[in-house]
């Protein structure tokens, strides 16, 4: 997707007033066999979506045949390879996104004394 049409997505978000919390760029990248990383779409879109409008954590996920399976079938990347790097990615996602959930909801809750 071009950094347009997610520009498009996010300025949408906001005037349906939807928080966004963080950008996953899928199918960034793939590791080849000797190891060398290569990103056929590029690199950079996500952090110009982060910069521009100040999103709080942003991430990366490869081109892994497994992952597309695992989804298919509906078994998480991260239990079927706890060790692998999906599998912390998703993690690090996931702890991220309960730290900003958490933060709006203490802002969205009325005040008690």
Not at 8 to 25: D, S
Not at 96 to 102: F, Q
Request: hydrophobic share 35%; charged share 25%.
């Amino acid at each position: 997707m071009c950094i347009r049409d997610r520009v498009k997505g996010v300025e949408m978000f906001q005037k349906l007033k939807v928080p966004t919390v963080a950008v996953v760029e899928n199918m960034a990248h793939f590791d080849c066999e000797h190891g060398t990383r290569y990103y056929p779409f590029g690199r950079g879109s996500s952090d110009a979506l982060v910069a521009q409008y100040g999103f709080p954590y942003s991430c990366t996920l490869p081109i892994e045949p497994l992952l597309s399976l695992y989804s298919d079938i509906g078994r998480p990347m991260a239990a079927q390879d706890d060790n692998s790097e999906v599998a912390q990615t998703f993690r690090d996602l996931g702890s991220a996104l309960r730290s900003e959930l958490e933060v709006l909801a203490e802002a969205r809750a009325p005040e008690t004394r």
